[in-house]
C-alpha cells in the first residue's frame, strides 16, 4: 500500500495532496509540485512543466543538458533553412538547419539537487518527461523525478 493521500477531483492534481516541498538552499519555489511517498526513504516529485507544447500526439519530448526540455514537433519536421554567421575573422559559417520545435524550457529541479520534505532531506534523482492526467483539469506535461531521503547534516 502507498502513502500516497487521495483528494476529490476539485482539489487534487494527479489525485495526490500538494504537499510543502522546498529546496534545501531555499532556492526556486516548488509550491506548485506534487508529491508522493511510497516508501518513507522515497519520494516521487511531479513537477508541471510550463509549455505551450500539445500533447504526445504532436509533440516529441526530449531532455538535454541538465534542466532543459526540447518538444520537438512530432514527426520531426528538418527546418528547411541553414543558419549563418561569421567569426572574429569574418568568415562566413553555416549550421545545420535542425528540426522544428513546439517550445524549450528549464525545469527547476535538476539530478543532485536536494530538497526538504517534512522535516527531512532527499537527493533528487534522474527525471522523465510524462503527459499525465490531473483529475478536473486538462492532461499536460510533469518532470516526474524520484528523490532518497539523504543524512541530515
Not at 40 to 60: D, H, M, N
Not at 88 to 110: C, F, I, M, N, P
Request: charged share 25%; proline share 8%.
Amino acid at each position: 500500500m502507498s502513502n500516497t493521500t487521495r483528494v476529490n477531483h476539485s482539489q487534487g492534481r494527479l489525485g495526490l495532496k500538494p504537499h510543502t516541498i522546498q529546496y534545501s538552499t531555499g532556492l526556486p519555489n516548488l509550491d506548485d509540485c506534487i508529491v508522493e511517498r511510497p516508501k518513507p526513504f522515497r519520494l516521487v516529485i511531479w513537477e508541471p512543466i510550463l509549455t505551450k507544447a500539445p500533447g504526445p500526439s504532436r509533440a516529441q519530448p526530449y531532455c538535454c543538458y541538465i534542466k532543459t526540455v526540447v518538444f520537438y514537433h512530432r514527426p520531426y519536421i528538418a527546418r528547411p533553412f541553414k543558419t549563418f554567421w561569421r567569426d572574429r575573422s569574418g568568415k562566413l559559417h553555416t549550421s545545420s538547419s535542425g528540426y522544428e520545435q513546439w517550445d524549450q524550457v528549464e525545469t527547476r529541479l535538476a539530478c543532485d539537487d536536494v530538497v526538504v520534505f517534512e522535516g527531512e532531506r532527499f537527493s533528487v534523482g534522474l527525471g522523465e518527461v510524462v503527459w499525465a492526467n490531473a483529475p478536473a483539469q486538462p492532461r499536460r506535461w510533469y518532470m516526474r523525478r524520484d528523490a532518497r531521503r539523504v543524512e541530515n547534516r
